[in-house]
């Protein structure tokens, strides 16, 4: 299949043809006609695969084929788990717009909040956005959504993870068009939380689900490493760096104070390596990003926050420092590696602290692991005996702890009753005018990252 066979606009067509793309891939293949014609959609594939185009395409021809339901409304809203992701994904939809009469805007959290209102009240058609501080605009009647046609959900186990329930059900309730569409999209889909909110929020939504999220990404290499403790890891990382070649290397570690402690020892060696650290503000993160996306540093380390959905096409190494707390993120945090067909090394320490993740990790790939070793730093570790009750840990199985500093996640049951009763506005035409309100709230509480 070509994208010629889709029947899209010649005007993205020629942005397809400008990104050099001439087929689809599998998850757009399937995800573009169904999105076109319609349908509410949940829809999976594995990281890399895609996705990103399979909803940007569809709600562009939507708003170039069909009249606003609304004249100040916006239309199409995209909904991300973090701010790097959102950006990702408003620079491959401005490739778009910019060549049409359409706006786009990015609302973010930890960016000036009085900024923000100003673009929103010049009534974009787009609005790419983080759910808390979209919800806060939301809540002060900064812009209204009964007029929006497309709401997609982007990764969102990852934004039912970080504690969003509330902001997301505030969202749909006040999306409240009888012709509203739903596209949700994850690399994990079969995460319970998801499905209950999928429930909720989608009309009779098609499923697609190309492969599972945890099939072998074929184009990634998988090497374990046993470790004594934290010593003998900086070791290992020690020697891997100075004995491989790699590109870019992204090291994954358990907390965010040894993202600062591993990256200055890293520096201390010579080592272009910078932190992505809770601690910093978001010009700093911003920044952070930036260089490393341009290929100013080497190495990046971080906690999982960097592990979802990141385009970054030069990691050629992902390196878990630690082990992923959820087998599940161990998938994400490797998907950063070996994106749009290029190779990728994926290496994991494994010490006696990690030894529960790395059985949950080994148990989803299916597989069991034949450790490597450097020469002369074998592990005097060999492993943990096997507990008596095995069982695969997922994020929804520890709701409450690992909701990050979400404020209210209400439990999703409950929400499930509002989005039934929620009413809807139907045909009617939305006719409102703004409410200026005062604009008192500097700065919202930044939720939008762990
Ligand atoms: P996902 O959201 O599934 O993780 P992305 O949408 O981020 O994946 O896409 C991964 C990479 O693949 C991006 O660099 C993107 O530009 C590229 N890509 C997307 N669609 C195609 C296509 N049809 N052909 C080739 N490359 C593509
Ligand atoms: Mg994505």
């Not at 990256?263 to 201390?268: D, T, Y």
């Not at 290929?295 to 050629?316: P, W």
């Amino acid at each position: 299949m070509q994208f010629s066979d889709l029947g899209l606009e010649n005007s993205l067509m020629s942005t397809v043809e400008h990104l050099g793309f001439t087929e689809p891939t599998e998850i757009q293949q399937k995800a573009i006609p169904a999105a076109m014609s319609g349908h509410d959609l949940i829809a999976s594939s594995k990281t890399g695969s895609g996705k990103t185009l399979a909803f940007i395409l569809p709600a562009m021809q939507r708003l170039l084929k069909n009249r606003a339901l609304s004249k100040k409304d916006p239309r199409v809203l995209i909904l991300m788990p973090t701010r790097e992701l959102a950006k990702q994904v408003y620079s491959q939809l401005r490739m778009f717009t910019s060549a049409s009469q359409f706006k786009a805007v990015l609302i973010l959290g930890g960016e000036n909040f009085n900024d923000q209102v100003k673009t929103l009240e010049k009534d974009p058609h787009f609005i790419v956005a983080t759910p808390g501080r979209l919800a806060d605009h939301l809540s002060q009647g900064h812009f209204y959504l009964n007029g929006l046609e497309l709401l997609i959900l982007d990764e969102a186990d990852r934004m039912l993870d970080l504690g969003f329930a509330t902001q997301l059900t505030q969202i749909n309730n006040a999306a409240d068009h009888r012709k509203r569409q739903t596209l949700m999209f994850s690399a994990t889909l079969d995460h319970a939380q998801v499905n209950d909110f999928a429930l909720a929020l989608l009309k009779k939504p098609k499923r697609i689900a190309i492969g599972s999220a945890y099939t072998e990404h074929q184009d990634i290499t998988k090497r374990f490493y046993l470790s004594d403790n934290l010593t003998h890891k900086e070791a290992l990382l020690e020697h891997f760096l100075a004995n491989e070649t790699y590109q870019q290397v992204i090291i994954f570690t358990a907390t965010r104070s040894d993202t600062d402690r591993l990256a200055n020892i890293l520096i201390e060696k010579g080592i272009s390596a910078s932190a992505l650290s809770g601690e910093l503000n978001q010009g700093q993160r911003n920044q952070i990003m930036d260089s490393f996306c341009k290929g100013q540093n080497k190495v990046l380390v971080t906690t999982d926050l960097a592990s979802r959905g990141l385009d970054l096409l030069n990691v050629s190494h992902v390196i878990n420092f630690d082990m992923p707390k959820h087998a599940e993120e161990y998938v994400h945090r490797i998907g950063r590696t070996g994106r749009a067909g290029s190779k990728g090394d994926a290496i994991s320490f494994v010490g006696p602290k990690d030894w529960l993740s790395f059985k949950n990790v080994e148990g989803l790939l299916q597989q069991t692991t034949q450790f490597d070793f450097f020469n002369g730093l074998k592990a005097k570790f060999t492993g943990l005996k096997p507990k008596k009750t095995k069982k695969i840990k997922t994020s929804s199985d520890s709701k409450s702890k690992n909701q990050g500093k979400s404020k209210s996640a209400l439990p999703v049951k409950s929400n499930i009753k509002t989005f039934l009763l929620a009413k809807e506005v139907g045909d009617m035409p939305v006719l409102r005018k703004k409410k200026a309100l005062p604009v008192d709230k500097i700065e919202s509480s930044d939720l939008e990252e762990s």
